[in-house]
């Protein structure tokens, strides 16, 4: 999941964050049984070790830094998505799931020791600065990041509002540092943007999510609104823009999958306990905002969690045509479990399925239509996704589900869509619609589309 704290608070996607509380008996945490010998002697040995730092360490050791940095290498050993925050962390996390915060506007994580961009957000510091998501963070304002744990790292790229920061990077393709000087701004997160493309077959609506914030809902029902305002009600088809969004909310998730959606189910998730068992349904009341109009989603590899979500509830109840590349591949849920006074745990205790049965870990959603952004291959390295991250999750088998409906056949334009864009097709520019390629793909498939075909699947 993952959430922002200045650039990120952490580099790991959050699927849906769910708020418990610390008051989880030992028995709990360690079986049902009572503690065993050997667990108390591992114990012993934690405190063992602990003194013995104390008593001869180089100089005299915080207490509150070694049990910090235990505890959370406790959490950080088990997967990616797991950590402890203290309670500065902690207060972060809490305002940047508002969608607004301080900083530079980076998704970053850190992957065989290396901190590695996962995506600029939109309208930052970052991406205004040309960041690109791939390059690797050598150097914060002069000092390396070789041996920086993410959350010193992070800490690091904190800073006042109005003060300057200088990143070192280095990038796929290209023999020289780059280095970028940024000035730390509030971040206000616009999760949603929209705007009409013109098409031989009717006005398309385009609606460009960036994050699954608190206000990702209401703010796609304004887009749709908005969108159906400009074309006077009369819009041939929908454009679902979800490329490189990390993630966020999973009630965000579930409540924008509503927004396309009559019925079927959106996500269930299983965890080692049943009580850690859910299931969403999508409801017929409000329902699909669109009326049903052909709907295209697109994806690329920073496509994550909350988005995965959405994407392949959209695509397995056949209300959606996916186009883009195979997406991130997190396929966990954390729990936020406060501890009053000394900050929170963020703990992996469930995945999360897909209407089909199928998780998501490690494996991603594969797109109806495979289209590159570019035409030059990328670094295998730059490509980065859940399972090239430490101590990622194996994708578990499937669970029994409900047979789904079968797929909608795809427009006969698709098979004239090319897997990348031309040689000479201009450099990509997100400011310019008509360098992205992807997206130019999407509005040709979602003229072609038509209603039929492109009904929602019954609970049955």
Known sequence: ??????????????????????????????????????????????????????????????????IYNAVNGMLAGLDPHSSY????????????????????????????????VITPIDDTPASRAGIQAGDIIVSIDGHTTDGLNLNDAVDKMRGPVGSQITLTLKRNGIDTPVVVTLTREIIQIQAVKDRLFSSAAGEIGYIRLASFSENADPDIRKAITALQGQAHGHIHAYILDMRD???????????????????????????????DDSVWYAQSDPGDLTGGAPLVVLTNEGTASAAEIVTAALQQNRRAIVLGMRTFGKGSVQTIVPIPGNGALRMTTALYYTPSGKSIQDYGVTPDIK???????QDEFANLRESDLLNSFQNPSGITAPSLPPPVPLPAVAKTIPAAPPANWPALDLTKPATDFQLQMGLKLAAAMTETGTSTASNN
């Open 371 to 377: 289209v590159a952004e570019t035409a030059t291959p």
């Open 245 to 275: 969004n990390p993630g966020g909310l999973l009630d965000q998730a579930v409540a924008v999958a509503n927004d396309f959606l009559n019925n079927g189910e959106i996500v269930s998730t299983h965890g080692r306990h049943p009580e």
């Open 85 to 116: 925050m203290n309670e500065k962390q902690y207060a972060d996390m809490q305002v940047e799931t508002t969608g607004q915060f301080g900083g530079l506007g980076l998704e970053v994580t850190q992957a065989s020791g290396l901190l590695k």
């Open 1 to 66: 999941m993952k959430f922002r704290s200045g650039l990120m608070l952490s580099a790991v996607f959050a699927a849906g964050l769910v708020i418990g509380t610390a008051t989880t008996p030992i028995t709990r945490a360690l079986g049902q049984d009572a503690p065993s010998d050997s667990t108390y002697q591992q114990l012993s040995l934690f405190g063992d070790i602990f003194e013995r730092i104390k008593a001869n360490y180089v100089v005299d050791p915080p207490s509150d830094k070694l």
